[in-house]
Nanobody
Framework: QVQLMESGGGLVQAGGSLTLSCAAS????????MGWYRQAPGKQRELVAI??????KYADSVKGRFTLSRDNAKNMVYLIMNSLKPEDTAVYYC????????????WGQGTQVTVSS
């Protein structure tokens, strides 16, 4: 069983920065991907950034502003967010996919990021 816990969300003015953290615990094997999604009110959940196969990919809307990093030894993943915009306001979720024969998706509880103009 895998558990994910996000932290670091909060209120920030446009142009500011926040760093989100995600701690993974439990029996974790064969990680296929790990990253961040977000969901704004009235919108579908969307991919923000993900690392898979040794490569990191970003949504076009956050390229150049957000950076995903990880610490494999500590089972931690971070989302460093700079130059925040009101459009970034959403609940941010840490996500992990693991398994070979049986692939499983795990989600954190979410952390709110609110960017004011």
């Amino acid at each position: 069983q895998v558990q994910l816990m996000e932290s670091g969300g909060g209120l920030v003015q446009a142009g500011g920065s926040l760093t989100l953290s995600c701690a993974a615990s439990g029996s974790i094997f064969n990680i296929n991907s790990m990253g961040w999604y977000r969901q704004a009110p009235g919108k579908q959940r969307e991919l923000v950034a993900i690392i898979s196969g040794g490569r990191t990919k970003y949504a076009d809307s956050v390229k150049g502003r957000f950076t995903l990093s990880r610490d494999n030894a500590k089972n931690m993943v971070y989302l460093i967010m700079n130059s925040l915009k009101p459009e970034d306001t959403a609940v941010y979720y840490c996500a992990l996919n693991s398994g070979v024969q049986y692939r499983e998706n795990f989600w954190g509880q979410g952390t709110q990021v609110t960017v004011s103009s």
